[in-house]
């Protein structure tokens, strides 16, 4: 079945540092990719998404890249800030779908 | 904003005793959905409804029932809650772009259960 993977936290890394958070995924069909912020306390927000193949989605300095040949949607931002500390969710929605997978979530802290 | 309303936002019963949260959304979208969410399992739909008084289980939906009598209101109800239900749900709903619905999952605040 569908299913995304995506990297271990926790990270922490310092303020203006290069981030990345690797996710992979696993589906039938050609599934839409999003990734989901959670701040303390607050449900999840949608960061960016990507409905085919090769598409890039952005926001507030975050990108990711629907890769279909690595089967892949890593989150990278060139220069984290203190308020980027949260948790990340990569996730997909499948062929059929009326179904989400998540991933298991990676916390980021940015220290000053 | 998504218009989505969740409440309790926080409750702590006691074993054996009846729980209902309550979702509630003033956009008219079809599409609802509980998750729960625990350290270590990201989140993980116990149920979800695609109009007044359709609904259909997720991966976790042992020892929880729904219902949606009204598209504005999707009820979460634990018969007998048990310790093992202590967790952060969260109600979401699908996206639509004018009579279209999107891919994406709106998210409400969140409902922290502790059952002692």
């Known amino acids: 079945g569908d299913s995304v993977t995506q990297m271990e936290g926790p990270v922490t890394l310092s303020e203006e540092a290069f981030l990345t958070i690797n996710c992979t995924y696993t589906?039938?069909?050609?599934?839409?990719l999003f990734w989901y912020v959670q701040y303390p306390g607050e449900g999840l927000q949608l960061l960016l998404k990507?409905?085919?193949?090769?598409d890039k989605g952005s926001n507030k300095g975050f990108e990711a890249t629907y890769r279909k040949e690595t089967t892949s949607f890593h989150l990278e931002k060139g220069s984290v800030q203190v308020s980027d500390s949260a948790v990340y969710f990569c996730?997909?929605?499948?062929?059929?779908?009326?179904?989400?997978?998540f991933g298991t979530g990676t916390s980021l802290t940015v220290i000053p | 904003d998504a218009g989505i309303t969740q409440s309790p936002r926080h409750k702590v019963t006691e074993t054996g005793t009846p729980v209902t949260l309550r979702c509630h959304q003033t956009?008219?979208?079809?599409?609802m959905y509980w998750y729960r969410q625990d350290p270590g399992h990201g989140l993980r739909l116990i149920h979800y409804?695609?109009?007044?008084?359709?609904?259909d289980k997720g991966e976790v939906s042992d020892g929880y029932s729904v219902s949606r009598s009204k598209t504005e209101d999707f009820l979460l109800t634990l018969e007998s809650a048990t310790s093992s239900q202590t967790s952060v749900y969260f109600c979401?709903?699908?996206?639509?772009?004018?009579?279209?619905?999107?891919?994406?999952?709106?998210f409400g605040e969140g409902s922290r259960l502790t059952v002692l």
């Open positions: 409804s695609y109009g007044v008084k359709d609904t």
């Open positions: 956009e008219n979208h079809r599409y």
């Open positions: 996730a997909l929605s499948g062929f059929t779908g009326n179904q989400f997978y």
């Open positions: 979401a709903i699908r996206g639509t772009s004018g009579t279209r619905i999107t891919g994406e999952l709106f």
């Open positions: 589906a039938t069909g050609y599934p839409s």
């Open positions: 990507a409905t085919k193949a090769d």
